[in-house]
C-alpha cells in the first residue's frame, strides 16, 4: 500500500514540476518577443529620423535659390534649380545615416524619392526609382496631386521610401519593413 501512495505523490510532484517549466518558458518567450519588438521600434525611428533628415536636406539644399528670388509681391515660387542634385543630396544623406548602423539593416533599398514642384496651378513630379535612380517626370495640377501616402500636394515639396530587412532575434529571419515621409518646405509668405 505505501509503494502506490509514494507513486502518486511522485506523479502529482511531475506535474508541479511541469506547470513551472511552462511558465518559465512562457516568461522566457515574452521576455524575447518584447526585446524583439522594442529593437524593432529603435531601429525604425532611427530611420525615420535619418528620411526627414535627408529629405529635408534635399528641400533646403537650394536655400539660396529659394530666398533671394527678389521678388517683392505676391508668393515666392520656390524651385529646385538643380533636381538631380537634390535627389543626390538625399541619397548622400541617407547613406551617411545608415553607414553607422552596421548590422542593424539588411537588404536596404531606396524604393521612391519624388520631388514635386509647384508654380502656379501646375504641380511638376519628378520620380526617382529604385537604388539606380531611374528618372521619369510628370505633371499634374495643384490640389488634384497626391504623394504615395495620400497626402495632397500644395507647394513645393518632397517624398521619399525606403525598404529593408531587420534581422528577428528570435530565429534569425528577416523581417521586411517599409517607411515612407512627405517633408514640404514652408516660407513665411
Do not use: W
Not at 536636406?57 to 536655400?63: G, I, K, P, T
Amino acid at each position: 500500500m505505501e509503494g502506490i501512495v509514494c507513486k502518486k505523490k511522485e506523479a502529482t510532484g511531475a506535474v508541479g514540476y511541469c506547470i513551472l517549466f511552462g511558465l518559465a518558458l512562457i516568461l522566457v518567450i515574452t521576455t524575447m518577443y518584447i526585446a524583439m519588438a522594442s529593437k524593432l521600434m529603435s531601429e525604425q525611428h532611427t530611420i525615420d529620423d535619418a528620411l526627414s533628415d535627408s529629405v529635408l536636406a534635399s528641400l533646403v539644399a537650394d536655400d539660396v535659390y529659394y530666398f533671394e528670388t527678389a521678388e517683392s509681391y505676391g508668393y515666392p515660387v520656390v524651385r529646385f534649380r538643380n533636381r538631380d542634385e537634390s535627389y543626390n543630396n538625399y541619397m548622400a544623406c541617407m547613406r551617411d545615416a545608415i553607414s553607422n548602423t552596421e548590422g542593424f539593416y539588411y537588404n536596404f533599398e531606396y524604393t521612391t524619392f519624388i520631388e514635386y514642384e509647384v508654380e502656379d496651378s501646375q504641380v511638376r513630379i519628378t520620380t526617382y526609382s529604385g537604388n539606380g535612380g531611374a528618372r521619369s517626370t510628370s505633371y499634374g495640377r495643384v490640389g488634384s496631386v497626391k504623394t504615395p501616402a495620400g497626402e495632397v500636394v500644395r507647394k513645393t515639396s518632397a517624398y521619399a521610401k525606403v525598404t529593408f530587412d531587420l534581422k528577428s532575434i528570435l530565429d534569425d529571419s528577416y523581417i521586411r519593413k517599409t517607411r515612407d515621409i512627405y517633408c514640404a518646405l514652408k516660407i513665411n509668405y
